[in-house]
């Protein structure tokens, strides 16, 4: 294929794809890929930037890739990435595109007609719809994650023959639930290939059964999940309030359970906060570990960032480096984005990256925080603002006054420390987690309803704020 006739497929690729993403992403992650050429067995080789890139774009763009390429060159187009690395202009490095982006491999089939309700099923190979770069490698391991990354490898080692049967991992959005769950699919994928794994969120589970229900098809679809060896399933509190799907799913959690298939669950709650769900389904949640996936603290962020500066071969001095660790504090999503944005913005500008770059970066992408709060700065606020010694935060009485700035001072303390809960717990008149746990949902509950006390709580954050 001529030089000039490949450009110009790959230009075909670009003017479609510009016209289906958001002007930002395109100048950012695909406008920066250059074709290289397509070889005679329809190999596509596209030069990226950086490890990042591909990311993106495989995490948020597959199916506009499956699309578009085979549509532009053929059904049997193959994609490989060439990755130009930073520090050494003239250096690249291949990598061969996961089949999901480049719709080489068939399309799973749609689930066959149930012609004998006794007959066992016999399905294609199963797509486990895992991105292969969510894996354990690449998963950093700290305090908030350490529970639930140590049960995660026991579980991939020998998935529906444990203790942890389900899984249920719990956290706030971005903080690597998801990485997790996959990398637990992709290790049981390399020791056993011919294991049925399956990932999906439970939002694409409902559009699955409300289609199966309009067509008649439910039979079908129970006997395909049925068929599944590990399920790893995203956000079920997406289930709430979706009784017949919840019943459905019932059914197939209780096959999979007892025939020792495994099952790995997450949610942005724990169970015991979830709404809308029957009951024997939440008791099923909690049949095996239950275990939170918490906030990164400094050093896990630290980490983070040194990493994907490394992996992707930029050059960030390490004080910028301290300062984005300890200004982005809420997950692991909003850390890649910045690295991103700068990485972005010293390519366009062609200046190094600096604190004055990043503190731009993160005014405009990320809620900065002001001042390093403490656990002690939060006591000290409540305890001030209750007219209370801070000492009483640690006495054994069920005075109202004293249970009160206790449990605010909990509250506090998760949403405005990395601590954990056994940590916070242990600060706070030596209480164990679950007493942390209570004294948030309380809180948050009374928030809600209690005028007074949202006022309360409002006045103490500004003291805090303020120091």
């Known amino acids: 294929m001529g030089s000039e006739q490949h450009v110009q497929l790959w230009d075909q690729c670009l003017t479609i794809i510009k016209d289906n993403i958001?002007?930002?992403a395109f100048e950012s992650l695909f406008k920066p890929i250059t074709s290289l050429g397509v070889d005679s067995d329809n190999v596509l080789t596209l030069l990226v930037p950086s490890h990042f890139v591909i990311e993106q774009i495989e995490e948020h763009y597959l199916n506009l890739l499956k699309k578009v390429l085979p549509r532009i060159y053929g059904a049997n187009v193959k994609l490989v990435y060439r990755v130009q690395i930073v520090r050494q202009p003239e250096a690249t490095v291949d990598l061969t595109a996961t089949t999901r982006s480049t719709a080489v491999k068939k399309m799973q089939q749609a689930m066959p007609d149930l012609l004998?309700?006794?007959k066992q099923r016999v399905y294609d190979e199963l797509d486990p719809r895992l991105n292969p770069i969510y894996t354990f490698e690449s998963y950093y391991q700290g305090a908030s994650n350490m529970l639930a990354r140590t049960a995660a490898e026991s579980?991939?080692?020998?998935p529906g023959r444990n203790t942890f049967n389900p899984l249920f991992l719990f956290g706030e959005s971005g903080v690597g639930k998801t990485h997790l769950i996959q990398a637990i699919g992709l290790r049981i994928k390399e020791n056993n290939p011919s294991s049925r794994v399956l990932y999906l969120s439970a939002?694409?589970?409902?559009?699955?059964?409300?289609d199966a229900v309009r067509n008649n098809r439910v039979n079908d679809f129970i006997s395909f999940y049925q068929s599944i060896d590990v399920l790893l399933m995203d956000d079920i509190q997406e289930f709430a309030g979706k009784t017949q799907t919840q019943n459905t799913f019932f059914h197939i959690f209780n096959h999979l359970h007892q025939s020792n298939k495994q099952l790995v669950l997450t949610c942005d709650r724990p169970p015991?906060?979830?709404?809308?769900?029957?009951?024997r389904l939440l008791t099923r949640f909690k049949w095996g570990l239950t275990a939170e996936v918490e906030r990164p603290d400094y050093k896990l962020r630290y980490d983070i960032l040194m990493s994907k500066v490394h992996r992707d071969g930029l050059i960030i001095d390490e004080e910028v480096i301290d300062y984005i660790a300890r200004n982005v504090t809420d997950n692991v999503r909003d850390l890649e984005g910045v690295i991103v944005s700068l990485m972005v913005r010293s390519s366009v500008l062609k200046k190094e990256i600096s604190i004055d770059m990043a503190d731009q970066v993160l005014a405009a992408s990320v809620k900065m925080v002001q001042k390093q709060i403490t656990i002690d700065t939060i006591k000290e606020a409540v305890c001030g603002y209750y007219g209370l010694d801070v000492s009483r935060l640690l006495e054994r009485t069920r005075k109202r006054e004293v249970v009160v700035a206790r449990q605010m001072s909990m509250y506090l303390a998760k949403k405005y420390t990395s601590l954990s809960l056994a940590g916070i717990g242990d600060v706070l008149g030596k209480k164990d987690h679950a007493t942390v746990l209570h004294a948030c949902k309380t809180i948050t509950e009374q928030i809600g309803v209690d005028k007074k006390l949202r006022a309360d709580l409002e006045e103490i954050e500004q003291r805090i704020q303020q120091g």
């Open 116 to 118: 004998d309700p006794f």
């Open 155 to 158: 579980i991939a080692a020998n």
């Open 272 to 279: 015991v906060e979830l709404v809308g769900m029957v009951s």
């Open 22 to 24: 958001n002007p930002e």
């Open 203 to 210: 939002h694409d589970f409902l559009v699955q059964y409300t």
